[in-house]
């Protein structure tokens, strides 16, 4: 055996300089290889696809105060407010109206036509004019792989657009696995105020350079009547070699109609599964008089039915 003791010591470095070689924003050099995969992954590329849907939509009254509830309108209903959720850091909210519905839809490219059977529905609440109209405004089709999307008749810019680096910064923030699949994680935010922007995130495959998934909201000075919010979020799928399809999508919508006063709460929720690409239908099949078509007996399924899927 043999003891060694040593002195502790100190050494001191001279000044030195480390420059990577370089000097880009890493992020610019991700953002142009989705760019020029969007031809690649866009769905739109299709001939044709079709899918299972499975669509929920809330309604749920927000901002809600005790002016509101102690009113004499609500003295023999006051119980619904003992399901108001205060758990989230959201204003208070009360669901008033849940639908849900089980679609077939199908879309073709050349000569373009869209259908869909709805198959099974069922709704639990309040059904009145008013909120059939905010059940309209919630079909927002919002494909982040166009350069702008259309919301709310606005047209937005899109975080991916081709002319990105205009509208927004981006910022590498993390990279792992997403499943199998090694994935970047980009933040962007609006590079100015008062334009129709977005900010958030999204995750991309390094080697398909698809996206993975988005989380977005529209600018805080984006002006759109009634709306104070909107949040995005979908994620994507590769269901077959080199063809993406969002998987899932969640819209929410914060109808206001004046400050400070009891606003809505529009929740959209979309399931997509079954996937069928490039199978197109004879054109008859397409020949539907509309593009909507519910199926007789989609109210009557069973409790059973619903709780399968």
């Known amino acids: 055996r043999l003891d060694v003791y040593l002195s502790s010591g100190q050494v001191q470095l001279k000044e030195f300089t480390v420059n990577a070689k370089d000097q880009e924003n890493p992020a610019h050099a991700v953002l142009r290889n989705i760019i020029r995969n969007k031809p690649v992954n866009n769905r739109e590329k299709l001939e044709s696809y079709e899918y299972q849907l499975y669509n929920k939509m809330q309604f749920d009254l927000n901002n809600i105060d005790e ?34 519905s089980i679609s077939e839809f199908y879309y073709r490219k050349k000569p373009k036509a869209k259908r869909e059977k709805i198959v099974a529905s069922q709704v639990s609440g309040i059904e009145n004019e008013s909120i059939t109209q ?74 398909t350079w698809a996206l993975k998934k988005i989380h977005a909201h529209i600018a805080e000075d984006a002006n759109i009547n009634f709306v104070s919010d909107i949040e995005v979020t979908q994620r994507y799928r590769e269901v077959e070699k080199e063809v993406w399809m969002m998987v899932f999508e969640e819209t929410v919508v914060d109808f206001q109609l004046q400050k400070g006063q009891i606003g809505v709460y ?27 078509e519910v199926m007789e007996g989609h109210r009557q399924k069973s409790q059973i039915y619903w709780d399968t899927i």
């Open 67 to 100: 002016n509101f509830t102690e009113q004499n309108m609500w003295k023999k209903f006051d119980f619904v407010f003992d399901y108001m959720d205060t758990t989230t850091s959201e204003k208070n909210y009360l669901p008033i109206l849940i639908t849900e």
């Open 134 to 207: 905010f059940m309209g405004q919630m079909y927002q089709d919002v494909n982040v792989y166009e350069n702008t999307v259309l919301i709310f008749e606005k047209s937005f810019v899109s975080p991916i657009s081709d002319n990105g680096l205009t509208f927004y910064k981006y910022y590498l923030e993390d990279s792992t696995y997403i499943g199998k699949q090694w994935c970047y994680k980009i933040r962007f935010v609006p590079k100015r105020k008062q334009e129709l922007t977005f900010n958030g995130e999204f995750w991309v495959n390094d080697t």
């Open 266 to 292: 529009g929740r959209k929720s979309s399931y997509y599964d079954d996937f069928v690409i490039n199978e197109p239908h004879p054109d008859e099949f397409y020949k539907s008089p509309d593009d909507v």
